[in-house]
Structure formats: structure tokens, C-alpha cells
């Protein structure tokens, strides 16, 4: 029985004690996880199957999700990685050309617990005063109390390793695009060459994977538990530190990992979320949980006068003043609240960007990141 069938009620409690009732959704059942909210209006399924959403319950401001359907150019990973779903309704219609199904059917098959039919603005505004926090939905009929001591027992996402669980087990390679049919953005001309790239998968997305060999790279993905000596056998022209879900600080081989390539003091360097923050940790910096998060479409960075409007998604950021004044550089702010939103070293070929330049979902403003990248590779030819 699937819960679109059955009409069971479902519960969202949050660990304050706040409660929301509604509608199950997606596969019945309860689930424990951080409850955060994205802003975006398009790419629920993009943000479903993304790894950094590990051990997360997403909200999704926008307040009808399944209008386009699902299909298989569309997801970050071979499956979904939110914990549950909540939502204002699910569109019963899926339509659009590249749809394979509904939304509801591939919640089901991909267990994804979920609730609809609350109130998502007044939750939202509730997080945003108070702050993201753990929750649990439940759609199989337990008793309040019993919900209640499960929430309570859950560990807090700060302290926690997510990027092992998440990371590929064995490397493997990456060198064509899967949406090539969907994406006009391919740099041609350096297929005959292409720059080899180690990237370090904390929790990569395929997007990210794309716009790599898009730009003109051949992409060799190995597991976040790599060793230094594994990585620069591969005798890599540029090294990638991939996105990932959980506490940067409790990555501390991932950490210790960066600084050995930090040492190599000529090896291009390019992270992007939390392996931006993995970078400003390996050099000596320090971040902070944010209050409710950055998750979105639409967030704008930038510092000289330009302004770059990004796709995000971190409950963490740097602390600028933590950051070696000597050895870095901001170079852009988030906008909103003036937090770390990217960086360079002065004095190697290292820079990180907090968002997401791959933009998938969201626009291609930062697009420009994956050809510096390149560029730094291709001076050192």
C-alpha cells in the first residue's frame, strides 16, 4: 500500500515540540532528520537525489512540487538522498516531454517518507526564527510520546561525518556528460587533450561531473578516503574537492587529505561547498553552523560591484576572520548576510567557491569557475 492510495495522515514534529498535521506521501513510514528549506522554484528531483541533502528532511518552499514529472537526465545520483519530504501538495498530473513518471511513484520506489498538506510558510518562518533543527515525520500510525523520545535521541548534524557514507566505495572514471543532449554549454576543442583531474567525492554530484568534462577534463572520481600517495599517483593536472553533506569540521581525513595537496604548492585546486570549507579548514580557518542555512536558486555573491546569482545549498560556512589574512582572499560575499561565499590563495593555484557554479538546478552565472579552473591547468602545461 502506498501512501497516496491509503489517505493516511502524516505527522511532522520538530524537536522544540512544534507540530504540523497532514497528508502522507511518497512511501509510508517515519523518519528522522534535520528539517531545512529550499527556496527554488524548479529542480526538486535535482535536489532529491543530491548527496549533500543526506540526513536532511527538505522543505520545499515552492507550493506544488511533480508538475514536470521525474526522469532520469534530471538526477544528481543514482538515488535519492533526502531523508523526507515535506510539502504544501503534490501535483497528481505529471507533464512534460522528458517525464518517465510521476513524482509519487518515484518517492515510493525510492522510499522517500514524506507529509503534504501543511502549512510550509509558517514552518519556514518558524525555522527561520528559531533555527533549523532536528524532526521526524510519520505516517504509520505511532503514538506521539514514542515519536518524541526517537526525535529527541537523534543526533544533532553538527559533529557528524556524512561524506563517508555517501562517497563512492571503489574510483572510477568520468569522461562523457550524461545530459550532452540537454546542454549547449560544452567547451569543444579539447577533447583530443583533456586535462586530468582527480576529484574527491565527499558526496559529488553528476552535475558537478559534467561541467568538468564539459570544460575539457577527464575526470578520475576516487573515494573520500583516499590517501595523498593514491591521489598524486594518478599524476593528476588539477585536483577537484567535491560537495558533501554533514559537519566540515568532522571530515578530518578529508581535511588532513587537503593539506597534503595544499603542500604540493603547484597543484591546481578547486572546491566547491564542502570542499570549500575543507580547504579553509586544511589552512588553518574555521566554520560555523548557520542558522537555518543557505538553500536555493537565487543567492547573490560577489564583492567589486559584480554580482553573481548562485544556487546554494550549506548549513555551514567559513569564519573570515578565522581565514590566514596572508595566505587568502575573499573574493566574494554572500550578499544576503556578508558570510564567506568564496576564496583564493594568494600565493598557489587554490581557489573554492561556497555555491554551486555547475547550477543544477539554478542559473549559470558562475558557469566561469570551471574555466578558471582550467585555465590554472593550462598555464602549467
Keep these: 500500500m502506498n501512501a497516496a492510495s491509503s489517505g493516511n495522515t502524516a505527522m511532522l514534529m520538530l524537536a522544540d515540540g512544534t507540530v504540523f498535521q497532514g497528508l502522507a506521501c511518497g512511501a509510508l513510514g517515519t523518519v528522522v532528520g534535520e528539517v531545512v528549506f529550499n527556496t527554488g522554484m524548479t529542480g526538486y528531483q535535482e535536489v532529491m537525489t543530491d548527496p549533500s541533502y543526506s540526513g536532511q528532511l527538505v522543505t520545499f518552499t515552492y507550493p506544488e512540487l511533480g508538475n514536470t514529472g521525474v526522469n532520469a537526465h534530471d538526477q544528481e545520483a543514482d538515488h535519492a538522498h533526502v531523508r523526507g519530504l515535506i510539502a504544501r501538495q503534490l501535483s497528481p498530473v505529471s507533464s512534460n516531454w522528458r517525464s518517465t513518471q510521476s513524482l509519487q511513484t518515484w518517492l515510493e520506489q525510492q522510499g522517500v517518507v514524506g507529509i503534504q498538506g501543511i502549512d510550509t510558510r509558517a514552518l519556514v518562518r518558524h525555522l527561520r526564527e528559531t533555527g533549523a533543527m532536528n524532526g521526524i515525520i510519520s505516517s504509520s500510525g505511532r503514538h506521539p510520546v514514542d515519536l518524541r523520545e526517537e526525535l529527541l535521541a537523534a543526533p544533532s548534524m553538527e559533529g557528524l561525518n556524512l561524506a563517508d557514507r555517501v562517497s563512492t566505495a571503489e574510483a572510477y572514471t568520468w569522461e562523457k556528460p550524461c545530459s550532452v543532449a540537454f546542454d549547449r554549454r560544452l567547451q569543444p576543442g579539447r577533447r583530443d587533450h583533456p586535462f586530468r583531474v582527480v576529484a574527491i567525492d565527499f558526496g559529488i554530484k553528476r552535475a558537478i561531473l559534467d561541467r568538468l568534462v564539459g570544460h575539457g577534463c577527464a575526470v578520475t572520481v576516487l573515494p573520500a578516503s583516499v590517501d595523498l600517495n593514491t591521489v598524486l599517483s594518478h599524476e593528476p593536472e588539477g585536483v577537484f574537492l567535491s560537495n558533501g553533506p554533514g559537519d566540515p ?106 555555491y554551486h557554479p555547475e547550477a543544477s538546478p539554478g542559473p549559470h552565472d558562475a558557469d566561469h569557475h570551471f574555466s578558471r579552473f582550467v585555465t590554472l591547468m593550462s598555464d602549467r602545461r
Design 249 to 354: 569540521a568532522a571530515v578530518t581525513h578529508g581535511i588532513e587529505l587537503a593539506r597534503g595537496l595544499l603542500a604540493q604548492q603547484t597543484l591546481p585546486l578547486f572546491g566547491i561547498c564542502l570542499g570549500h570549507q575543507i580547504l579553509g579548514l586544511a589552512l588553518g580557518g574555521e566554520t560555523f553552523k548557520l542558522g537555518y542555512g543557505h538553500r536555493g536558486l537565487n543567492h547573490p555573491c560577489g564583492t567589486t560591484g559584480q554580482v553573481e546569482i548562485t544556487s546554494q545549498n550549506h548549513g555551514f560556512a567559513l569564519d573570515a576572520a578565522s581565514l590566514p589574512q596572508d595566505q587568502v582572499d575573499i573574493t566574494h560575499l554572500n550578499l544576503n548576510d556578508r558570510t564567506v561565499a568564496a576564496m583564493a590563495h594568494r600565493h598557489q593555484p587554490v581557489f573554492s567557491v561556497q
